[in-house]
T-cell receptor, first 109, second 117 residues
């Protein structure tokens, strides 16, 4: 079966750095996405990785290792508004998106 | 751009009635739209994939006669929850892909919160 694993919940301090991991087992791979979802709102796109390596976009970076079936989302200089759920999703060989359950990130002052 | 709108943003209805939710791509043509459902504190659940001009593809366990999907144009898809019951109360979200963007990320509408009394 297809599976995406990410931690259920993480806590970090305002101003710090946090890394949210995602491991996947899917039938084929055609890209990995990270989305942010605030409570009661729809997800918003954060990043896309299809090749190995690090993609940096401002305070957020996303890393991919296809051989390890592993990705992480790195958030720097955490702000209170970063408190949200972060969803990892992998596009399989049929171009279907397989979603992780999401990681709830709690930022403390 | 890639803006997706949904209407209504919330709806309360009586058990047994039908509710229609609209999803529109505002600044691009979306050949494919997706309908999701999300229960509180749970992840997104894909209900169906909607292709313009053809029948929707439903995920296993989703009743196609209960959740009617119509994708009549390249900018509009509708989801009708027929004979709604309290267990259908959920957050319904649509998304669309912009064929002009190579990565194929999905752009989400703001969601519709359905409460069935």
């Amino acid at each position: 079966g297809q599976n995406i694993d990410q931690p259920t919940e993480m806590t970090a301090t305002e101003g710090a750095i946090v890394q949210i991991n995602c491991t996947y087992q899917t039938s084929g791979f055609n890209g990995l996405f990270w989305y942010q979802q605030h409570a009661g709102e729809a997800p918003t796109f954060l990043s896309y990785n299809v090749l190995d390596g690090l993609e940096e976009k401002g305070r957020f970076s996303s890393f991919l290792s296809r051989s390890k079936g592993y990705s992480y989302l790195l958030l720097k200089e955490l702000q209170m508004k970063d408190s949200a759920s972060y969803l990892c999703a992998v596009r399989d060989s049929n171009y279907q998106l397989i979603w992780g359950a999401g990681t709830k990130l709690i930022i403390k002052p | 751009g890639a803006v997706v709108s949904q209407h209504p943003s919330w709806v309360i209805c009586k058990s047994g009635t039908s509710v229609k939710i609209e999803c529109r791509s505002l600044d691009f043509q979306a050949t494919t739209m997706f309908w999701y459902r999300q229960f509180p504190k749970q992840s997104l659940m894909l209900m169906a994939t909607s292709n313009e001009g053809s029948k929707a593809t439903y995920e296993q366990g989703v009743e196609k006669d209960k959740f009617l999907i119509n994708h009549a144009s390249l900018t509009l898809s509708t989801l009708t929850v027929t004979s709604a019951h309290p267990e259908d109360s959920s957050f319904y979200i649509c998304s669309a892909t912009n064929p002009g963007l190579g990565s194929g990320e999905q752009f989400f509408g703001p969601g519709t919160r359905l409460t069935v009394l």
